[in-house]
């Protein structure tokens, strides 16, 4: 993907838009660091990785989660 300044997107801007617009994504950057991408409409985003759910089926919650360590954990506040 190519790389334009600032600079040259602000002085070329409409040259720069039709060419994304026609399926030929940018990225502008300022002091060679990238600030945003430039690309189609309708083109769809990238996919942001999910991380919700990844582990399901691989890890089982015992039923008595809640009150695991409550034993020790009364034991530590009564001083014993």
Not at 4 to 22: G, H
Not at 26 to 34: L, N, R, S, T, V
Not at 38 to 59: E, H, K, Q, W, Y
Request: hydrophobic content about 40%; proline content about 8%; glycine content about 8%.
């Amino acid at each position: 993907m190519r790389t334009v300044t600032l600079k040259d997107a602000k002085s070329d801007l409409l040259r720069l838009v039709e060419q994304a617009a026609s399926g030929e994504p940018f990225i502008i950057a300022k002091d060679g660091k990238p600030l945003v991408r430039v690309v189609p409409f309708d083109a769809p985003a990238p996919a942001a990785t999910s991380r919700i759910g990844f582990l399901a089926g691989c890890i089982r919650v015992p039923d008595n989660f809640d009150r695991m360590g409550s034993e020790e954990i009364t034991a530590s506040f009564e001083g014993r």
